[in-house]
Nanobody
């Protein structure tokens, strides 16, 4: 059974940095495209970043330059480095996996999801 487990969220000050981690099990991680999404209270889930099976990355315009997605296939882990945090980054951050490797920003293309990790930024 596939499991994605996120960690690294917390309560931080505006301008701080965080690194979120997502450890995957039960799937061929190295062949999977991975993504990060977030959902703020009262809003729809939105795409944040994605990384292909061979490391090609893509970001939402709202986070470009501040967020960095990376992966370690040996550790079955995908990371999201978040710098210069803003109050509007406050959300639950979800890791998602697409074992077919499709490089997509659409949540519907991702078959598996983690439980989410809360990031709260105080200004």
């Amino acid at each position: 059974q596939v499991q994605l487990v996120e960690s690294g969220g917390g309560l931080v000050q505006a301008g701080d940095s965080l690194r979120l981690s997502c450890v995957a099990s039960g799937l061929t991680f190295s062949r999977s495209a991975m993504g990060w999404f977030r959902q703020a209270s009262g809003k729809e889930r939105e795409f944040v970043a994605r990384i292909s099976r061979n490391g090609i990355t893509y970001y939402a315009n709202s986070v470009k330059g501040r967020f960095t997605i990376s992966r370690d296939n040996g550790e079955n882990t995908v990371y999201l480095q978040i710098n210069s945090l803003k109050a509007e980054d406050t959300a639950v951050y979800y890791c998602a996996a697409d074992p077919s490797g499709v490089f997509s920003t659409e949540a519907s293309h991702y078959a598996y999801w983690g439980q989410g990790t809360q990031v709260t930024v105080s200004s």
